[in-house]
């Protein structure tokens, strides 16, 4: 890897001008589910491309558009390397609990906050201002380079997925860094090579008519146990799942997933007292725990409700009662084909009288950490950071990235400029402004390892 104190420099150089664009962003509001200045920072966005030197589009969708960029390599480039991004955030409600107002961007102690720097806005701004930076030092990029920027990931991407099948030509890469990355509490980057995936359904069931006061329950019967008996017959008490086939395309971890999970530190003893358990489930502990956490699916109810749930009493059966439940999914579950067995199981188990409606899926999505593209990665975080990161094979949320990366064959890499406690989502929402420059200098070590690797 070549020296990069020349792109470094630039970077210190140009240090309130990249943070100047991030106050800019970060004071646009951008709330895709209420529709809240989503034109204007698209159009933000596009500018910012175009001013470091990006051949831009909008590309329109069903909801709000993709922000796309390119900028082709020099003559030597032969590969191309694709950032994903999102410029929509989260509500920034409740107002009361912020410290500072949430689109009035404030540093306090070295610490910028802001609703979306962490969640993406930060990290955007960083891909922005790596490449930048080395155009500025080298006049030229070792690679082409694209940028994917969507406007709907925080509800849930409806529209990336008819995008990418549409636009495959702008999608294809040769690897895709992800949208973002924190650290743990002693500040030791991460890196994750993947997503679970997810499916979501509603439940509901109907028994009689109209709710009747509970007098009737010993002849009537009750929505609410109806849908208790049929959520049961879902998991057991050890959590197995107990749809037939569930299981069938669960992928074991590989011996290099193993490695991973053995290095990853949990604080196993801490985290339980911070949740007030006595122990996790199943009484599991140590790498057992990791593996269930990472690599087995999940059935979790949601949320269940039926009857009267106010204060005091009411004496009624109610006639329907009704649950959601999200599914967490591991390579190679197909949440569609999970949708379908569920269907089958609650027929086949007498409960097809259950309604079962389809919310949201999306696919799980890893790249194995022995892929040439992860290790090109992580091998870029020594150099930058000092220290080697912290590898998740696995996240066990879950997000789009199967459908603009894995889908077409393209490895992808999440990491970011974020910390232990960035509170994506919540009040106070946050980056160390350390982490937003070092994060800089991360992607330019990136694009120069990556622009230069022969492999």
């Not at 809240?36 to 001013?51: F, H, I």
């Not at 069931?205 to 017959?233: F, G, Y």
């Not at 000092?386 to 879950?398: N, Q, R, T």
Request: net charge negative; proline share 6%.
């Amino acid at each position: 890897m070549s020296n990069m104190d020349d792109v470094f420099q630039v970077i210190e150089d140009r240090r309130e001008v990249y943070l100047g664009w991030l106050t800019e962003i970060c004071r646009q509001p951008s709330i895709a589910a209420q529709n809240k200045g989503m034109k204007e920072t698209a159009l933000m966005v596009e500018r910012m491309l175009n001013d470091i030197g990006a051949k831009t589009q909008q590309v329109p969708t069903a909801g709000y558009p993709v922000v796309y960029g390119e900028i082709g390599g020099g003559s030597g480039a032969t590969k191309t390397l694709s950032f994903y991004d999102h410029y929509d955030v989260q509500p920034a409600d409740p107002l009361e609990l912020w410290e500072s107002a949430p689109f009035e961007p404030d540093i306090r102690d070295g610490t910028f906050y802001a609703r979306g720097v962490s969640d993406n806005k930060g990290n955007l701004i960083a891909r922005l201002a790596a490449v930048d930076a080395y155009l500025r030092a080298r006049g030229e990029l070792p690679t082409n380079v694209k940028f994917i920027f969507e406007g709907e990931e925080e509800i849930g991407s409806p529209n990336l997925g008819a995008f990418a099948e549409a636009h495959q030509d702008l999608i294809q890469a040769d690897g895709c860094i992800w949208e973002a990355g924190y650290c743990d509490i002693q500040g030791r980057r991460e890196v994750y090579l993947g997503l679970k995936g997810i499916l979501y359904v509603e439940y509901h069931v109907e028994q009689a008519n109209t709710d009747m006061h509970s007098m009737w329950a010993a002849i009537v019967p009750s929505a609410a146990w109806r849908l208790l008996r049929a959520l049961e017959s879902i998991k057991d008490e050890r959590e197995h799942i107990l749809i037939p086939g569930f299981y069938d395309r669960v992928v074991p971890p590989t011996a290099a997933d193993k490695t991973a999970l053995a290095e990853m530190p949990f604080d196993e003893a801490g985290r339980r007292t911070q949740l007030g358990l006595d122990s996790f489930i199943n009484g599991l502990t140590g790498p057992a725990l990791l593996e269930q956490h990472m690599f087995q699916p999940t059935a979790n109810i949601a949320g269940i409700w039926s009857g009267y749930t106010s204060e005091g009493m009411k004496t009624v059966l109610p006639h329907e009662a009704n649950a959601k439940m999200d599914f967490r999914l591991v390579p190679d579950q197909d949440p569609n084909e999970i949708f379908g067995l569920l269907q089958r199981h609650l027929q086949d188990t007498g409960f097809g009288d259950v309604e079962v409606k389809l919310l949201a899926e999306e696919h799980p999505a890893r790249t194995a950490p022995d892929n040439a593209f992860a290790k090109l990665i992580i091998d870029t975080f020594k150099p930058a950071y000092g220290h080697d990161p912290i590898i998740y094979p696995l996240v066990p949320g879950s997000g789009p990235m199967y459908q603009l990366c894995q889908k077409y064959g393209i490895p992808a890499v999440s990491l970011g400029v974020g910390n232990e406690n960035s509170r994506n989502h919540a009040p106070n929402e946050n980056i160390h402004v350390r982490d937003f420059y070092k994060g800089i200098e991360h992607l330019a070590v990136i694009l120069d390892r990556f622009g230069t690797d022969e492999t």
